[in-house]
């Protein structure tokens, strides 16, 4: 069952703590959304799955019920006390303490050993300052289900299609490496402290077309979105690559926003260094 506010308050108070900003801290607080997001995973016995902030565990509550083992990830000092105190005892609970991430672009060097490729899921109420580059990274891992909430800007860069504002290299990376679904929206009722902002449900199912190539594709579709402003041919060029646009039948005065995802991978396979 999900934590009311009041219980929230009183694990952060026993903890002497109280919710960060820096670590991008909204409890959730519905119990409608936390059956909701382990629904959407469809969790089971055999499942192992990976929980990024759990804060005061109101969803490892309802994970440990279902899983066969869950590994919380939890930054905050305060917080992964209360969770060892909490959760400690149960057989199926492990806590790794620290970021989920290594940097920038690698995962958390205990978890990334703990995935298990096509047999791991992510499900989370991800703090929102590394929800990005978290779940792209544990695509790339091998994680075969994340459902997660996120906020609502970033799930419409996940779903965007091209020719949006919200289309960049996020979208065209998490688009080759998944089935991306937004479920719902989510008010900011459902958490603690209440954001500024919606939410957002989000569903993603790994379906990896690039394989070997995921991290030389990346670097690729990122130089040339770092020209987004310049026509393609321009961008490409200034990203320092020299791509056959026209034996391609690619338009070279369009700009990369306008290009689907395939589109960039048929760039990328094509593509001569300058």
Do not use: C
């Amino acid at each position: 069952m999900a934590q009311t506010k009041q219980q929230i308050l009183s694990h952060l108070a026993s903890a002497g703590t109280h919710p960060k900003h820096r670590f991008g801290q909204n409890f959730m607080i519905d119990q409608n959304i936390v059956r909701l997001i382990v629904d959407a995973a469809q969790v089971i016995r055999d499942d192992t799955v990976i929980e990024v902030g759990p804060g005061t565990g109101t969803l490892t509550d309802e994970l440990l019920e279902r899983a066969g083992k869950v590994i919380a990830v939890e930054i905050d000092r305060d917080l992964a006390g209360v969770l060892r105190e909490t959760f400690g005892q149960r057989d199926n609970f492990m806590l790794i303490e620290g970021d989920a991430l290594n940097g920038k672009h690698a995962v958390h060097p205990a978890l990334h050993a703990l995935i298990v490729p096509g047999h791991t899921k992510l499900v989370a109420n991800l703090p929102y300052n590394i929800a990005s580059p978290l779940v792209i990274e544990l695509l790339l891992a091998g994680v075969q289900t994340l459902v997660f909430t996120v906020q609502k800007e970033v799930a419409d860069r996940l779903k965007a299609k091209e020719d949006t504002s919200d289309f960049g290299p996020l979208t065209v990376m998490a688009q080759m490496l998944a089935d991306v679904e937004v479920l719902r929206t989510l008010s900011p009722g459902a958490f603690w402290p209440a954001p500024k902002i919606d939410s957002s449900l989000v569903r993603m199912t790994r379906n990896d077309k690039l394989g070997s190539h995921a991290r030389d594709f990346g670097l690729f579709v990122h130089k040339v979105f770092s020209f987004r402003r310049k026509t393609l041919r321009k961008a490409i060029d200034m990203a320092g690559y020299v791509v056959p646009l026209a034996e391609l039948g690619i338009e070279e005065t369009i700009r990369a926003e306008s290009l689907s995802p395939g589109t960039f991978w048929r760039m990328y396979e094509a593509r001569v260094r300058s």
